[in-house]
C-alpha cells in the first residue's frame, strides 16, 4: 500500500519568503501525487498534481513541486510567500496496484507572518 | 454542472442517535467515496463505490454504512452515533479512466454530542 509523510505538522514562514512544505512518499509502483490546500472552514482544492509526465509541476497561485523518484519526494515550494498562503496544505498518493485509493498525509499547517 | 454535492453542511446528533449523510455528483463518475478528516490525521477513507451497486470498505468503515443505487447518489449512514465521529466528512468522485482527477464535495462538519 501506499504512505505519505508529511514532515512539519506546522510550518511559518515570513511575508515573501520561501516556503518548503515537505512530502515524502512510499509507494512500490509509479505513483500519482497531489498538493491540495484547506483554507479555514472550507473544503480541499487541488494546488497540482503529479501524474508521470514532466518532474517538475507548476500549479495554481505560483506553487510548484518537483518529484524525486530517487528521494521518494513531492517538496511543495513557493518563492515568496503571501498572506493568502495561510491555510493546511495535504501531500495524497495514490497508484493503481491499489485501485487509485488516495492517501493523505496529516497535513501541514501554514503561517504566514506580515 | 454542480459537481459534488453534499448535504448538511453541519449537523449536530446525540449519542445513539442515527443520520444520513448525503453526497451527489452530476459528472457520471462511477467511482465515489466518504474521507473523514480529523486533526492531525489528514483524510482518511471510510468507504467507497466503482459503480452502482458495488461498495467496499476502507481503512476506517466501522460505525458507518453506504449503498449506492444510482450513480449520481452515495449517501453515508450513521446507525448509532457515538462522539468519536465527531469529525468532518468530505464525499469525492472520479472517472475510472481519470484516476488523477478527483473531485471533493465541501464537506459536512458532525458534532455528536
Known amino acids: 500500500a501506499q504512505s505519505v509523510t508529511q514532515l512539519g505538522s506546522h510550518v511559518s514562514v515570513s511575508e515573501g519568503a520561501l516556503v518548503l512544505l515537505r512530502c515524502n512518499y512510499s509507494?512500490?509502483?509509479?505513483?500519482?501525487l497531489f498538493w491540495y490546500v484547506q483554507y479555514p472552514n472550507q473544503g480541499l482544492q487541488l494546488l497540482l498534481k503529479?501524474?508521470?509526465?514532466?518532474?517538475l509541476v507548476k500549479g495554481i497561485n505560483g506553487f510548484e513541486a518537483e518529484f524525486k523518484k530517487s528521494e521518494t519526494s513531492f517538496h511543495l515550494t513557493k518563492p515568496s510567500a503571501h498572506m493568502s498562503d495561510a491555510a493546511e496544505y495535504f501531500c495524497?498518493?495514490?497508484?493503481?496496484?491499489?485501485?487509485?485509493?488516495?492517501?493523505f498525509g496529516t497535513g501541514t499547517s501554514l503561517t504566514v507572518i506580515p | 454542472n454542480a459537481g459534488v454535492t453534499q448535504t448538511p453542511k453541519f449537523q449536530v446528533l446525540k449519542t445513539g442517535q442515527s443520520m444520513t449523510l448525503q453526497c451527489a455528483q452530476d459528472?457520471?463518475?462511477?467511482?465515489m467515496s466518504w474521507y473523514r478528516q480529523d486533526p492531525g490525521m489528514g483524510l482518511r477513507l471510510i468507504h467507497y463505490?466503482?459503480?452502482?451497486?458495488?461498495?467496499d470498505q476502507g481503512e476506517v468503515p466501522n460505525g458507518y454504512n453506504v449503498s449506492r443505487s444510482t450513480t449520481e447518489d452515495f449517501p453515508l449512514r450513521l446507525l448509532s452515533a457515538a462522539p468519536s465521529q465527531t469529525s468532518v466528512y468530505f464525499c469525492?468522485?472520479?472517472?475510472?479512466?481519470?484516476?488523477?482527477?478527483?473531485?471533493f464535495g465541501p464537506g459536512t462538519r458532525l458534532t455528536v454530542t
Open positions: 503529479y501524474t508521470s509526465a514532466a518532474t
Open positions: 495524497a498518493v495514490s497508484a493503481p496496484n491499489t485501485g487509485n485509493q488516495f492517501y
Open positions: 509507494s512500490s509502483v509509479p505513483p500519482y
Open positions: 469525492a468522485s472520479r472517472e475510472d479512466s481519470r484516476p488523477y482527477e478527483q473531485y
Open positions: 459528472m457520471n463518475h462511477e467511482y
Open positions: 463505490s466503482v459503480g452502482a451497486g458495488i461498495t
